[in-house]
């Protein structure tokens, strides 16, 4: 997991501890026997000092000192606010950018996976056919008991079996399967966890019977609790688009799908991406509000735009 930017932890801290000041600044900063005297009346404050013209003093002294030190209540409250607001910010920033970093498919080793299982049971099949033609020219028997011997090398020795005639005049004999390749596990990865003391990254993903991935759900949470969660469905099974039809780097999946953001603060997003054959999109985001903010962009590599970003340009 790649360290987060900021110490999220420490800014939530500051959060904690502007505003445990600022509502001490409610009191006026006053404890003790200068606080109570403070808040006494003008008779009791007169029987406290006996002198009219000291206790007038005090009390212009006290509410002055008050007035001055609740001032900053607010200004401390609305600073901690903004500590807050910068933490969420950034690790909502960092995570859209884990979530996105190619997690789902690749590190959990899904790919890994079916690429294996596709070697394998190419192997499988290509034994299955072997296994075959050796029981059809009549050679299954030597080779079950003799599962290492090689073909090529056995009908080329002195007084080989009879079958090797046919195989050597067989044109359309199958090839030897070779070594058997890795077998994965019958289960493919479905989940990945990791966890350092930057935070947890948790990711699962939901296959269909061809072991494609038709949902995505991360979670990236901080040592204090503070999390990001994305959950991502798609409408259809891969549409791989390939623009030079060869397999290229720029091949690119045109299916939709829909993001479901659960932020920092508790508050939710949930993003429509429609997706053209040509990579190019349309992004119709809305908040928990109600706001509906759409963002589009012209290819598969391009960014999202929405028409504040044009203004601004």
Same mark, same amino acid.
């Given at each position: ?121 190419? @192997?499988?099949?290509? !034994? ?7 029981? !059809? ?25 009879? @079958?090797?005639?046919? @195989? ?21 990865? %479905? ?25 995505? %759900? ?14 991502? %469905? ?51 985001? %809305? ?16 960014? @999202? ?9």
């Amino acid at each position: 997991m790649a360290d987060f930017s900021i110490d999220y932890s420490a800014l939530h801290t500051v959060q904690k501890k502007m505003h445990e000041l600022a509502d001490q600044a409610d009191s006026g900063g006053a404890t003790g026997a200068f606080k109570e005297v403070g808040e006494d009346t003008s008779s009791e404050r007169r029987a406290v000092f006996g002198d009219a013209g000291l206790s007038s003093a005090f009390n212009l002294f006290y509410r002055r000192s008050s007035s001055r030190t609740k001032q900053a209540k607010d200004g401390l409250g609305q600073l901690a606010d903004v500590f807050s607001s910068v933490a969420n910010t950034f690790f909502d920033a960092d995570s859209q950018l884990s979530s996105a970093a190619g997690l789902m498919g690749a590190s959990i080793g899904l790919d890994d996976w079916k690429n294996d299982k596709e070697a394998h049971d190419a @192997w499988q099949a290509d !034994k299955t056919a072997w296994d075959a033609y050796l029981d !059809k020219i009549g050679a299954g028997d030597y080779f079950d008991q003799h599962p290492d011997a090689d073909i090529g090398e056995v009908c080329r020795a002195d007084g080989a079996p009879s @079958w090797c005639e046919t @195989w050597q005049n067989d044109t359309d004999a199958p090839d030897p399967p070779g070594p058997e390749p890795e077998k994965p596990a019958a289960d493919p990865p %479905t989940t990945y966890t990791y966890e350092d003391e930057n935070g947890k990254v948790e990711v699962k993903v939901e296959l269909n019977d061809k072991y494609d991935v038709m949902k995505e %759900t991360s979670t990236i949470t901080t040592p204090d609790g503070q999390s990001y969660t994305s959950v991502t %469905t798609y409408d259809s099974a891969p549409k791989i688009i390939d623009p030079e039809g060869n397999g290229s780097k720029d091949a690119f999946d045109a299916r939709d799908y829909t993001m479901v953001t659960t932020y920092a603060d508790g508050s939710k997003t949930t993003s429509v991406f429609v997706i053209g054959d040509d990579g190019s999109g349309t992004m119709t985001s %809305t908040d928990q509000d109600g706001k509906v903010t759409v963002s589009t962009r012209s290819g598969p590599d391009a960014e @999202w735009v929405t028409p504040e970003d044009d203004d601004e340009e």
